[in-house]
């Protein structure tokens, strides 16, 4: 066991600091419900809960949604860096080519497999849906203008 000794703990920090990262961004949105409710208590309660569920069922909270899967990791983390080609490149992109020490990468690991994802799935949610916002507008002015071009006017 010991090709785990380096790489281990470090997996498991950068797998705490996802956990964490899912931790905050859930106590943002409760705050944020907290507040919206106080602002405005007329407001519909759907929002809220769709913020919710797409937290829910979102990449971060697959992998960082509880602390018992700071361990699988951690693990995942130290099995791959035992491949010589993901080392490499897990340490060009955490910069230790250039002396950055283990608490700044493991920032930076935690931001691309834990952020970074979630942020390109929330993108790709928001382009879909205005995608078919498009579509559904221009079906509907669309109609109006060739009811307009119909009538003369």
Same mark, same amino acid.
């Given at each position: ?21 899912? /931790?905050? @961004?859930?106590? +943002?949105?409760?705050?944020?419900? %907290?507040? *919206? %409710?106080?602002?405005?208590?007329? !407001?519909? *309660?759907? $929002? $809220? $809960?769709? *913020? #919710?569920? !797409? ?14 899967? #700071?361990?699988?990791?951690?693990? #995942? ?10 080392? &490499?490149?897990?340490? #060009? ?25 979630? +942020?390109?799935?929330?993108? &790709?949610?928001? $382009?879909?849906? @205005? ?5 559904? /507008? ?10 307009? @071009?119909?009538?003369?006017?």
């Amino acid at each position: 066991y010991e090709f785990l000794w380096p790489s281990f703990p470090w997996g498991l920090y950068v797998g705490a600091l996802i956990w964490l990262s899912y /931790m905050l @961004m859930k106590l +943002a949105l409760n705050i944020n419900k %907290k507040v *919206d %409710k106080v602002l405005e208590p007329f !407001k519909s *309660d759907a $929002r $809220r $809960r769709r *913020d #919710i569920r !797409k937290l829910q069922s979102g990449w971060l909270n697959l992998i960082g949604g509880s602390y018992w899967k #700071i361990i699988p990791v951690g693990l #995942i983390i130290a099995i791959l860096l035992q491949v010589p080609f993901i080392y &490499t490149f897990i340490n #060009i992109i955490t910069f230790q080519v250039l002396g950055l020490n283990w608490f700044f990468q493991g920032i930076l690991m935690a931001f691309y497999i834990g952020l970074l994802p979630g +942020a390109i799935e929330a993108y &790709t949610r928001y $382009r879909t849906r @205005m995608r078919y916002y498009k579509k559904i /507008m221009e079906a509907k002015y669309g109609v109006r203008i060739a009811r307009g @071009m119909a009538q003369g006017g």
